[in-house]
């Protein structure tokens, strides 16, 4: 399956981490491949890498919070639609959030942003995490994706092994 994937480095401070246009699109093939829905061929994504600045201005305007986010979605069609429309939607990620979050879990930051882009695609093709079943549901996929890109599992100890 062919995917395209459009990735803005919007904010300078996205210089710190080095490859990581490589690191978003290896992520999101993942997911495409993995996140069990059907999607059209040639099917884009477009990824902005932004700063706190930024994705605090669109999580006011869209989900009536005033403050950072590590990553918003903003997907473009209903779940349903996803084999016939040629745009999936958005992802943006926060560079100091991120980098923030990653060194109070003490995780390699390029890891934890492979996450939060795998998490965001999986919000564009439907998942949520509005409830703990869907939580769940959709934390067992991040980890399958993750696992095949060679990212350690970032819920440890919150879902079961043999649940994965």
């Keep these: ?13 996205w210089a710190a981490l080095p490859g990581v246009e490589a690191l978003v699109e290896r992520a999101i ?8 829905a059907t999607l ?15 994705i605090r ?3 006011l305007r869209w989900r009536g919070l005033d403050e950072p986010t590590n990553v918003l979605a903003f997907p473009a069609a209903a779940s349903s639609k996803l084999a016939e ?7 943006l990620i926060a560079y100091e959030t991120a980098r923030r979050e990653a060194a109070e879990q003490d995780l390699v930051f390029g890891d934890h942003v492979a996450h939060l882009i795998v998490h965001g695609f999986l919000h564009l093709v439907g998942f949520d995490h ?4 869907e939580a769940q549901r959709m934390e067992r996929r991040e980890i399958r994706i993750l696992a095949e890109i060679g990212v350690a599992n970032p819920y440890v100890g919150t879902v079961p092994a043999d649940e994965v």
């Design 1 to 13: 399956m062919t995917i395209e994937i459009d990735v803005a480095r919007v904010s300078s401070l």
């Design 29 to 36: 093939r993942a997911a495409a491949i993995a996140g069990g």
């Design 40 to 54: 059209r061929e040639g099917a884009e994504v477009g990824v902005r890498l932004v700063d706190d600045e930024e």
């Design 57 to 59: 201005a669109l999580n």
């Design 85 to 91: 429309v040629p745009l999936l939607g958005d992802i």
């Design 130 to 133: 509005q409830d703990a079943e």
